[in-house]
């Protein structure tokens, strides 16, 4: 009985070496095929993209409102009422051209007023210029006189007295003329401030004051119009802290609009204003440059989405950001790509990068144009994906 029971007990290890021995065989395949050698592995559940060529650049992104390079904005210097306006938003005037006039009743009876003070001081200069010829002559009698000891000399100082009251009395009119004379300067020139006319050459942008308002300057100058130069736009574009200082003079930049977002329009940076702006806390630069604008297309006050050149290729061997992978030594601008190969399988590669795009990377060696990245990892498909074609970033 018991020689019948020992094969019993024996054949459960006998059936558990056996599963473990095929264990350790698929362990030891799947070790040396993928964990083992990391260079070669199954592509087909991988999303793969090619290497293309093309432009890239690295920029610094900022947003900006679209000026006139060149404005001024037109007041009136009296007040009164706006009797006429001669132009409208969108006239193009001349330096000098008549915009609009202001009633000039009440300037024009300030200037007549003026001007007859003016004569009835002169009026009074000359009987005043014969009394001082009589008191010369007085004066001068009286010293002969008194050099003969025909005349007191009590006497003769009276007439030197009334010789000096008259000269003073000449030089005090003087100096009222004088005074007349730049009252009426004043009221001819504030005649002259009811035609408003342009300072320069250029466009209407807009109109503030409308024909028939009471304009009052007495405290401050009250805007009717502006008048600026639109062939030639600025750019202020406000840039954060914490890239201003990767903007420089002379820089290249450009920006699109809105309403055209593939037209790039571009300048070189003229100027870095060293007063910031604080937008909720947030502290911006603002940087300018300046953009042609012949046909006008650009106008007062749009947005404008503006890009500073930090760095820029023209043909680069580009890769999806999505396929790099941090390198194993931790090697400044080394990454490693998994490349598809002609059988299907990924290798993996150590690639040296350069420029950083919005979604794209420049490759300076370790791939070639056409071959296949692989962008995405395992998940779930049941085939593998079309390679996907990639957008070449032209912005950060």
Known sequence: MASRSRPNRILPWSLFGAAALVLVATFTWREVWSGGNERKQSAANFLTAPVTKGPIERTVIAAGVVQPVQFVDVGAQISGQLRALAVRPG??????????????VLNQAKLVEAEATLE????????????????????????????????????????????????????????????????????????????????MDG??????????????????????????????MTVWAQVAEADITSIRIGQDAYFTILGDQETR???????????????????????????????????????????????????????????????????????????VL????????????????????????GVNEGELVVIGDEAGATKAAKPTKPRIARMN
């Open 91 to 104: 006239d193009r005037v001349t330096q000098g051209q008549l915009l609009g006039e202001i009633d000039p």
């Open 120 to 199: 009835n001081l002169r009026a009074q200069r000359r009987a005043r210029f014969d009394q001082l010829t009589l008191a010369d002559v007085q004066r001068k009698r009286s010293q002969a006189l008194v050099a003969l000891d025909a005349m007191a000399k009590s006497e003769a100082e009276v007439m030197d007295s009334n010789f000096r009251v008259a000269v003073s009395s000449i030089n005090s009119l003087d100096a009222q003329i004088k005074q007349a004379q730049a009252g009426i300067a004043t009221a001819r020139a504030q005649l002259g401030y009811t035609r408003i006319v342009a300072p």
């Open 203 to 232: 466009e209407v942008v807009t109109i503030t004051a409308r024909q028939g308002q009471t304009l009052n300057a007495n405290q401050t100058a009250p805007n009717i119009l502006r008048i600026a130069r639109l062939d030639t």
């Open 265 to 339: 329009r571009s300048g070189k940076v003229r100027q870095i204003l060293p007063g910031p702006e604080i937008v909720n806390g947030v502290i911006f630069y603002n940087a300018l440059f300046d953009v042609p604008n012949p046909d006008g297309s650009l106008k007062v006050q749009m947005t404008a989405q503006v890009f500073f050149v930090q760095d820029q290729a023209g043909e680069a061997l580009l890769v999806p950001l999505s396929a790099l992978r941090p390198d194993n030594q931790g090697r400044a601008g080394r990454h490693r790509v998994k490349v």
């Open 342 to 365: 002609a059988d299907g399988t990924a290798e993996t590669r150590s690639v040296k990068t350069g420029i950083k795009g919005a979604s794209m990377m420049q490759i300076l060696s």
